[in-house]
């Protein structure tokens, strides 16, 4: 159940009822795809640094170590020694990226695997089966990522079908959730707007899933190739059609700005695997822009990564100890970057919760965004 507690223009403050705890929203949901933050982040790090929603992968555990070793073990909350809430995407979105190695068709996807080679099918009720393994919180409708540039007549019909799919996944997993040995039989299921950048598509995806009175929705099949102004443009066509008394979540985004942005426009729900792949690569996010830590200019700097911060990282490290274990390829680098890069997604959160708590939202984005524009020193 989704409590609106307050508003701030279109900036929603929320709280969002799991069987699994309570979701402070707006909230950046830590995305660890195999059942792991990339970068040796543990269950206990996670929670160190404020987490609250972890995000996984359907498609990959399927692949790999598969769903009925996960249920199993007894789900993947105690899988992974995680008992907070987990979102766990549909598969959907390897439609997209796997592109060269799938077949669309009505009944759902073929694909081959990315790792060894072998078919797999996946339709509606095969994702939704392979959740209910994995017995996440909510579970995301099995949908298609069309590419943003795809022609008006293919976007189309892939709405369409993608519509279609949604009402096989909420059959499929309302039958999942009444079996006696369905691991969390309270398992939500969120609906997924596509239509690439046409709006009226768009809309008129919205109203028509939003007629199904789910416990949430996301906007999906954008960051993949379209620019910043034609996000901001869909978001701001796509949000007022879908229930404002439900979580809004758009999917795969972003970097600070961007989130900054769409909490404007009234989401509440973001992921995004930059904060991990960027602090692998030595660049970590400040109030004052990024920096590269491989740079030569931070060889001697025995400042932390940001003043005042309070992860791990910045709490008992100089960026010259880090930009050394970088350089040494010593995996505690790559840690600490991503540990930090996390903590300060996670860290923004709260200061965007408190901010429109206080009706200050605009000020708030203006002041964050003018930092991020700073010459870093």
């Known amino acids: 159940m989704y409590r609106l507690l307050k508003r701030d223009g279109n900036a929603k403050r929320g709280e969002f009822h799991t069987v699994h705890g309570v979701i402070q929203t707006p909230v950046f949901m830590n995305v660890g795809t195999a059942a792991a933050i990339k970068g040796a982040v543990s269950t206990e790090d996670l929670e160190?640094?404020?987490?609250?929603?972890?995000?996984?992968?359907?498609?990959?555990?399927?692949v790999?170590?598969?769903?009925?070793?996960?249920?199993?073990?007894?789900g993947l909350h105690r899988f992974m020694s995680w008992d907070r809430p987990i979102l766990t995407d549909s598969g959907g979105f390897q439609v997209f990226s796997l592109a060269g190695l799938r077949r669309i068709k009505e009944e759902g996807v073929y694909f081959q695997s990315h790792v060894d080679g072998r078919k797999i099918f996946m339709g509606p009720e095969e994702s939704m089966q392979i959740q209910s393994n994995l017995a996440s919180t909510i579970a995301m409708a099995f949908d298609e990522c069309a590419p943003s540039r795809a022609e008006?007549?293919?976007?189309?019909?892939?709405?369409?079908?993608?519509?279609?799919?949604?009402?096989?996944?909420?059959?499929?997993?309302?039958?999942l959730n009444g079996l006696p040995d369905t691991i969390n039989r309270e398992q939500m299921l969120f609906?997924?707007?596509?239509?690439?950048?046409?709006?009226?598509?768009?809309?008129?995806?919205?109203?028509?899933?939003?007629?199904?009175?789910?416990?949430?929705?996301?906007?999906?099949?954008?960051?993949?190739?379209?620019?910043?102004?034609?996000?901001?443009?869909?978001?701001?066509?796509?949000?007022?059609?879908?229930?404002?008394?439900?979580?809004?979540?758009?999917?795969?985004?972003g970097t600070p700005a961007n989130i900054l942005e769409a909490v404007e426009r009234g989401v509440d729900f973001f992921d995004c695997v930059y904060p991990s792949r960027n602090g692998r690569h030595g660049h970590v996010y400040t109030d004052h822009g990024k920096l590269?830590?491989?740079?030569?200019?931070?060889?001697?700097?025995?400042?932390?990564?940001?003043?005042?911060?309070?992860?791990?990282?910045?709490?008992?490290?100089?960026?010259?100890?880090?930009?050394?274990?970088?350089?040494?390829?010593?995996?505690?680098?790559?840690?600490?970057?991503?540990?930090?890069?996390?903590?300060?997604?996670?860290?923004?959160?709260?200061?965007?919760?408190?901010?429109?708590?206080?009706?200050?939202?605009?000020?708030?984005?203006?002041?964050?965004?003018?930092?991020?524009?700073?010459q870093q020193k």
């Open 292 to 374: 590269n830590l491989f740079n030569a200019r931070y060889e001697l700097d025995e400042r932390p990564i940001q003043e005042g911060c309070g992860c791990p990282a910045c709490r008992r490290y100089s960026r010259a100890y880090i930009r050394h274990l970088l350089k040494a390829k010593e995996m505690l680098g790559m840690r600490l970057c991503v540990l930090h890069n996390l903590y300060f997604y996670n860290h923004m959160m709260g200061e965007i919760r408190k901010a429109i708590e206080q009706g200050r939202y605009q000020e708030y984005k203006r002041t964050k965004l003018d930092g991020f524009q700073e």
């Open 48 to 62: 160190a640094i404020g987490t609250q929603v972890e995000l996984s992968n359907t498609y990959h555990l399927h």
């Open 152 to 175: 008006r007549g293919y976007v189309q019909a892939s709405v369409e079908r993608t519509t279609r799919w949604l009402l096989r996944c909420r059959a499929e997993l309302d039958r």
């Open 64 to 74: 790999r170590p598969g769903d009925q070793v996960v249920k199993k073990m007894g």
């Open 191 to 253: 609906g997924i707007s596509q239509g690439a950048v046409y709006e009226d598509i768009r809309i008129d995806h919205a109203k028509a899933i939003a007629e199904l009175e789910l416990p949430g929705y996301a906007i999906g099949g954008l960051a993949v190739g379209e620019t910043h102004e034609e996000m901001y443009r869909i978001i701001e066509a796509v949000v007022p059609y879908l229930p404002a008394e439900k979580p809004t979540y758009l999917m795969g985004v």
